[in-house]
Every structure is written in C-alpha cells, then in structure tokens.
C-alpha cells in the first residue's frame, strides 16, 4: 500500500505565489515518476508539471511560471507557483508511479487533492 498526500492549496490572489508539496509513504521501492496534475471545475484532470527519470516536463501553461522539485530519496516532490492567473484556479493532485519494496509490482497512487484558487 501507497499513500499520496498533498498540502499547500490555498486562496491567493492573481500575481501571487505559492508552494505546494507532496509525499509519498508505505512500502515503496522506488519512484520513477512523480508530479502534479490538475482539475478545474468541469473540466478533465490534466498533467501540470512531471518528474519521469529525472526529466522534467511542463503543460505549456504553466512554463515560466510553475517549478517542480522533489527529493526522490524521500519520495516528495514541490510545486512553486508563480505568477498565478484566475485560470489556473483548480484542485492539485499529486501522483506517484514506482515498484512496491514487498513484492514484484508497480504501483500508481494519486493523493486527495489540494485547492488551488485564484482571486482577488
């Protein structure tokens, strides 16, 4: 068993900052991919910022504006958010994707959800 928690989601103003983070804990091996993606009212739940192997990738949006960062020893992984727009208003979920440490599978964990808003 894996869990995901996320923390951070606050309400923050258009322009403003903000840091979410995320660890994974239970009987993990190791961690090849960790990240954020994110929900917006009525819409689908996109990727946002993913670690895989070490690489990076960002949604178009959020280039510029958005860093992703983790320890994978400790299986946590960071969000910093800059520069926040009324669009990226949405819940933040983190995920997990690694091999469990008691036997011979993978697993993919996704954490409750952090709420993000952006408004003035």
């Known amino acids: 068993q894996v869990q995901v928690v996320e923390s951070g989601g606050d309400l923050v103003q258009p322009g403003g900052s903000l840091r979410l983070s995320c660890a994974a804990s239970g009987n993990i091996s190791r961690i090849h991919t960790m990240g954020w993606y994110r929900q917006a009212p009525g819409k689908q739940r996109v990727p946002v910022a993913i670690?895989?192997?070490?690489?990076?990738n960002y949604a178009d949006s959020v280039k510029g504006r958005f860093t992703i960062s983790g320890d994978n020893s400790k299986h946590t992984v960071y969000l910093q958010m800059e520069r926040l727009k009324p669009e990226d208003t949405a819940v933040y979920y983190c995920?997990?994707?690694?091999?469990?440490?008691?036997?011979?599978?993978?697993?993919?964990?996704w954490g409750q959800g952090t709420l993000v808003t952006v408004s003035s």
């Open positions: 995920y997990a994707e690694g091999s469990y440490s008691d036997y011979d599978a993978d697993f993919g964990s």
């Open positions: 670690i895989h192997r070490g690489t990076t």
